[in-house]
């Protein structure tokens, strides 16, 4: 198929290769052209050829495809979809397992996570999250999150879709929430989340990585919930329910994968304070904790 | 990629042969002209006349003393060299023994816009299976290299040199050549690295700054550290892919197994420069020799005698010495982020070494990298500067934007990144002056010019800030017309820009002698201006760091014939 193809080129030629300057004409006495291989001091440059006072207008953008005209056009086609995607049309995903730690502390001991895996583009993504906690007995609280991210902004991604509690409470949630880059490399997200039973509760979370050595990294963490109502169901109270602040120092024997120690602080406030004590349970709770980052 | 299960046998069988028959099976895997030469060979072997062919397929190759697999040209990293003559009508018949679509662009070659060899732009793409004749005569003479432009493949392999001797006499005189070949090797698959690179854009750099840095006072000071993370710019982000994830190579051998071309001291060896790395820019030495560099991107220019030279991606640089003494020397090919070096020896004999130097310490960003060397300038209104819209209005600011280099300025006359204090002279755009007359020295009739846009946290990259994928208008232009182009880099990374099908004239230079160039690296927050002449085609325009290419620094130039509104 190729070959009447080829029995075309020299008709082909005739355009590009007759303007094509042939650049190798013999040059003119030059006295710079003796191959001396001594130093040479450049000469001063001149300015490059001036641009006329009125220039010339550019002409409108072709829709048409020359090599269209020599291949199968639908070929071409289907090439230039290729094209497309591989440049700049690439997806991509990440897994990132937050946190995965083992805590000991003043309260029960237990586990705790928080992760987040996105699919797609570099504008349109799927952003899955999840975090919670548990002990041996079991989950004692989680959640996971599907949400369609948006990039509106150069470091900021909106997030709209939902949340569904499994432990304490079954709960469905709808979901608004966004990620940043704060100044100073500082990572922070938000969301807001009203429950199929119209309560409403926030959260706010923000970290940011201090880079002690090239692998050893010191991470101040803090997150803040908020509800708008008392939640009897859940043992929250309105206003701050909560706050955990979190200082880890992850070792990356690769950057997708580092070990930490750290301690973790959490304290319940107001009426969800309250909750907690009429359950019996720490109101305030330090931890010791010990846990790994991994992410692909 | 895939690796089809055939191929991991071959893989097997090759790696088994290696080790049982140690060095001559691995010499089997180099290109003949890259194995050490005869002391009586006065060049490197080479495919030559009017019908080569060349296979694409996959292979294992062992890079100091470690298998990997490769896509590779006639079963060899580099490829063959292809040594043609200036006149001379060529046909290269690609054959793809891949499960996948492949290519290959001659770089730098002046061929019609349909044997350029871009799928999508000039021609289909060949489907696995099949043979594509590219058929064209030779018009220029000079260094220059080709590589796949499908995919991700050039990372892996598919690249290769060629050399076109002139018609007549050859202004830079030697007595024996050695082309060397600049890549860059890992063991990752190059989707790896992409994804890695849109995950965590500083996920392979190893050289940040650290607390523990700025306790023993080293890079920024405090109050300079503060100011960059306001602006979230990082000024160790140097490359992309570093040393951490590559072994870079010289004509396909690793630092360890320390490629030899060989000499007869006081011969006048031309040394034939080509960057076919991926990710890499390299700065380039031979300590103990001048180099008088007489052609760059296979044009002759006036001889300039320096101590090193910047080569960015898709480069070259044709470079005389003259060893006198009866010892070795060590070529340097350091990263520019000085994550690592590639090393390599000319010597009188084989088996002779020289020191290889440490790799210096590496470069930090700086101000006039971010487009803003204000001098003793108020800083406080610079966010507002970073990004103002009026400084390129054609722009749209989205999230692929992170900057406008508010005040740009021409770099040319700089060394590259971290050279400035070498210590010893270093090539600069503004030596090169172009021994043979410009065959166009008219003045411009127009101009345009494009940013150089991204986002290096999103590892965005574009032109005039949107990906192709994004579906941009092609820069338009008429047949014949004279264009001044100039290139605005609005990103904190160099990149090294290349358009096909034509040779620029960089806009300095005496008149009638600017240097003629296929590709040009233009610095961080610099500004680069070349004159053209267009010819008839669809042409690539695009950066040639590949995963900045891959991530959408891709366009086309479509020149059409006549003065009508884009009919031809």
């Not at chain 1, 079991?138 to 432990?167: C, I, K, N, P």
């Not at chain 2, 290696?18 to 180099?30: E, F, N, P, T, V």
């Not at chain 2, 166009?440 to 946290?457: C, K, V």
Request: aromatic share 8%; proline share 7%; with cysteine.
């Amino acid at each position: 198929m190729k070959a009447p193809l080829i029995a075309l080129l020299p008709l082909l030629w005739a355009g590009p290769a007759l303007a094509q300057h042939d650049h190798h004409a013999p040059a003119p006495a030059d006295p710079h052209a003796g191959h001396d291989m001594g130093a040479m001091a450049p000469e001063p440059s001149s300015e490059p050829p001036p641009l006329p006072d009125r220039e010339t207008a550019a002409p409108s953008a072709p829709t048409d495809h020359l090599a269209d005209r020599i291949f199968d056009p639908a070929a071409m086609e289907q090439a230039r979809a290729v094209l497309r995607q591989e440049h700049g049309g690439a997806q991509a995903s990440q897994v990132m397992l937050n946190l995965f730690e083992y805590r000991a502390g003043s309260g029960a001991d237990g586990y705790h996570w928080a992760g987040e895996a996105w699919f797609g583009g570099d504008i349109d993504r799927l952003v899955i999250k999840s975090e919670g906690e548990g002990d041996r007995h079991g989950v004692e609280s989680g959640e996971v999150q599907a949400l369609y991210s948006r990039a509106m902004g150069l470091y900021t991604d909106l997030q709209v879709g939902v949340r569904q509690d499994l432990e304490p409470r079954s709960r469905t949630y709808a979901t608004v929430g966004f990620e940043t880059l704060l100044p100073y490399w500082i990572e922070a997200e938000g969301a807001v989340f009203v429950s199929s039973k119209g309560d409403v509760l926030a959260r706010a979370e923000g970290a940011i990585d201090w880079r002690l050595t090239q692998r050893l990294i010191l991470q101040p963490r803090a997150e803040l919930n908020f509800a708008a109502q008392d939640v009897a169901e859940t043992g929250t109270g309105s206003g701050l329910s909560d706050a955990e602040l979190g200082l880890r120092l992850r070792y990356e024997v690769r950057r997708e994968f580092a070990p930490y120690v750290g301690v973790a602080w959490g304290r319940r406030f107001g009426r969800t304070a309250d909750y907690a004590r009429a359950a019996g349970e720490e109101v305030s709770d330090t931890s010791v904790v010990l846990g790994l980052r991994a992410w692909f | 990629m895939r690796i089809p299960s055939g191929a991991l046998d071959r893989r097997r069988f090759l790696q088994s042969l290696a080790i049982l028959g140690g060095g001559a099976a691995l010499a089997d895997l180099l290109p003949a002209w890259a194995r050490t030469a005869q002391a009586g060979e006065r060049s490197p072997a080479a495919l030559s006349g009017e019908d080569i062919r060349l296979t694409i397929g996959h292979t294992s190759i062992t890079v100091d003393g470690r298998a990997s697999h490769a896509v590779t040209i006639n079963g060899t990293v580099p490829g063959p060299l292809i040594r043609l003559k200036e006149g001379q009508t060529v046909r290269l018949h690609v054959s793809n023994g891949l499960e996948e679509e492949t290519s290959i662009h001659w770089h730098g070659l002046l061929v019609p816009f349909e044997m350029d060899g871009v799928p999508g732009v000039s021609f289909p793409g060949i489907k696995p299976g099949e043979t594509f004749v590219y058929e064209f005569k030779v018009k220029q003479s000079g260094s220059f290299w080709y590589h796949s432009h499908s995919g991700l493949q050039e990372q892996v392999g598919h690249y290769g040199p060629m050399i076109i001797d002139p018609a007549g006499e050859d202004p830079a005189a030697f007595d024996r050549e050695h082309v060397v070949v600049l890549s860059d090797h890992t063991r990752v698959h190059p989707h790896q690295i992409f994804r890695r690179l849109k995950q965590q854009s500083g996920a392979f750099n190893f050289q940040r700054q650290t607390i523990a840095g700025l306790l023993k006072g080293r890079d920024q000071t405090l109050a300079e550290r503060l100011e960059w993370g306001r602006m979230l710019m990082d000024p160790t982000d140097i490359s992309d892919v570093t040393g951490a994830a590559y072994t870079f190579l010289i004509n396909g051998r690793g630092p360890k197994d320390n490629w030899t071309g060989l000499f007869a001291p006081g011969e006048r060896v031309r040394l034939r420069f080509i960057n076919a790395a991926a990710q890499s820019v390299f700065n380039v030495r031979i300590p103990g020799l001048k180099l008088t560099v007489v052609a760059a991107d296979g044009q002759h220019v006036r001889p300039v005698e320096v101590d090193e030279f910047q080569i960015g991606n898709a480069e070259t640089y044709d470079v005389i010495v003259r060893p006198v003494e009866d010892k070795a020397f060590t070529i340097v090919s350091e990263s520019v982020d000085r994550s690592g070096l590639g090393r390599a020896t000319l010597a009188p004999r084989l088996g002779m070494t020289a020191e290889v130097p440490p790799v210096r310490a590496r470069p930090l960003a700086n101000m006039r990298d971010m487009g803003m060397d204000m001098g003793g300038m108020d800083h406080g209104d610079m966010d507002m500067s970073m990004r103002n819209p009026d400084t390129a209005p054609q722009v749209p600011l989205g999230p692929g934007v992170q900057m406008l280099s508010p005040m740009a300025v021409d770099r040319t006359g700089e060394p590259g990144q971290g050279l400035a204090n070498a210590g010893h002279r270093v090539l600069v755009y503004r030596d090169l002056v172009a021994l043979e007359p410009n065959p166009d020295q008219r003045a411009p009739e127009r101009s345009i010019e494009i940013h150089l846009t991204g986002n290096m946290e999103r590892f965005m990259w574009g032109f005039d800030g949107r990906k192709f994928s994004d579906r941009p208008p092609p820069y338009a232009f008429r047949h014949g017309e004279r264009v001044r182009v100039v290139l605005v880099n609005d990103t904190m990374m160099a990149h090294p820009i290349h358009l096909h099908g034509h040779y620029f004239e960089l806009a300095f230079g005496p008149a009638g002698h600017m240097p003629r160039k296929h590709t040009v690296i233009v610095l961080p927050g610099g500004r680069v201006a070349f004159d053209f002449t267009a010819e008839t085609g669809d042409w690539a325009f695009h950066c040639h760091m590949l995963y900045h290419m891959h991530a959408g620094m891709f366009q086309v130039f479509s020149v059409r014939d006549g003065q009508g509104e884009g009919a031809r």
